[in-house]
C-alpha cells in the first residue's frame, strides 16, 4: 500500500497557490489581485510560505493519509 497523501495535496495545493491564478497577494497594482494573471518576486516568495505551511499542516499535524490497494 501507497500513502498517496502528500502527493494529491502537494498537486493540489500548487495548482490552486500560483501566484496570478486565483489571486496575487502582494499584487503588482495593488496588495491583492484576483485572477491577474501576472506576477513578481514578492508574491512567488509568499505564495511559497502559504505552501509550505498549509502542507506542513496537513502532512505532519493533521497525518492526512491516502491509501491505495
Given at each position: 500500500?501507497?500513502?498517496?497523501?502528500?502527493?494529491?495535496?502537494?498537486?493540489?495545493?500548487?495548482?490552486?497557490?500560483?501566484?496570478?491564478?486565483?489571486?496575487?497577494?502582494?499584487?503588482?497594482?495593488?496588495?491583492?489581485?484576483?485572477?491577474?494573471?501576472?506576477?513578481?518576486?514578492?508574491?512567488?516568495?509568499?505564495?511559497?510560505?502559504?505552501?509550505?505551511?498549509l502542507?506542513?499542516?496537513?502532512i505532519?499535524?493533521?497525518?492526512?493519509h491516502?491509501?491505495t490497494g
Open positions: 500500500m501507497a500513502d498517496w497523501a502528500p502527493v494529491l495535496i502537494g498537486v493540489v495545493l500548487f495548482v490552486l497557490l500560483q501566484p496570478g491564478l486565483l489571486f496575487s497577494f502582494p499584487g503588482n497594482g495593488k496588495q491583492l489581485e484576483f485572477g491577474s494573471m501576472k506576477t513578481n518576486g514578492k508574491a512567488i516568495f509568499i505564495h511559497t510560505l502559504i505552501f509550505f505551511a502542507y506542513s499542516i496537513l505532519l499535524a493533521v497525518k492526512v491516502i491509501y
